[in-house]
């Protein structure tokens, strides 16, 4: 069996938690991250679009003009993704592997589990009540689109029942 765990910061834990609970002990247990490119991106164009700018005359440029801070934040990310990965796999406390992407976050999750037998993530949206709105944009993209089983999971306690949206007006 092939489990992926979707590791995104500030939810990694409930679904490692979850793996170590109902993945069976012979498992192959994937710790997935995605880095997305959107940030990295940003800082890129943003800086592209400086250099075009002209410098008063007499003034030197800042320390540092010329390096892409797009390039840092790409570093950045790496060492973040390769820490949590590193925290998740040691919560694990079993044999796992350890895969990085980047891209589109919800698109690499959906390709990351094409073979998979089941895909642990977490709610990452609205989470003081229960309903849609629990879910955040990626996960609802790749709850609705992954060809494997999920498991979706509380990163706390889940909310009352007492959340739950009022049922549709009856129409007839």
């Known amino acids: 069996m092939a489990v992926v765990v979707w590791i995104v910061e500030g939810t990694w834990p409930a679904c490692v938690d979850a793996a170590r609970a109902h993945a069976?002990?012979?498992?192959?247990?994937?710790?997935?991250h995605v880095t997305g490119?959107?940030?990295?991106?940003?800082?890129?164009?943003?800086?592209?679009?400086?250099?075009?700018?002209?410098?008063?005359?007499?003034?030197?440029?800042?320390?540092?003009?010329?390096?892409d801070p797009g390039t840092r934040v790409e570093h950045l990310a790496a060492e973040s993704a390769e820490s949590l990965l590193q925290a998740?796999?040691?919560?694990?406390?079993?044999?796992?592997?350890?895969v990085e992407r980047g891209g589109r976050v919800e698109r690499e999750v959906v390709a990351a589990t094409?073979?998979?037998?089941?895909?642990?993530?977490?709610?990452?949206?609205?989470?003081t009540r229960l309903g849609p709105p629990s879910l955040g944009p990626a996960s609802r993209f790749v709850v609705d689109h992954a060809t494997c089983p999920l498991l979706l999971v509380w990163p706390e306690p889940a909310p009352d029942l007492t959340t739950l949206?009022?049922?549709?007006?009856?129409?007839?």
Do not use: K, M, N, Y
């Open 165 to 172: 949206p009022p049922p549709p007006p009856h129409h007839g």
């Open 24 to 32: 069976p002990e012979d498992a192959e247990i994937v710790l997935l």
């Open 37 to 67: 490119h959107d940030v990295a991106d940003a800082a890129h164009g943003a800086f592209a679009g400086l250099l075009g700018r002209g410098h008063p005359s007499g003034h030197r440029p800042a320390e540092g003009w010329g390096s």
């Open 88 to 98: 998740a796999a040691e919560r694990l406390g079993r044999p796992c592997t350890r």
């Open 114 to 127: 094409q073979d998979a037998d089941l895909l642990v993530l977490a709610r990452d949206g609205d989470r």
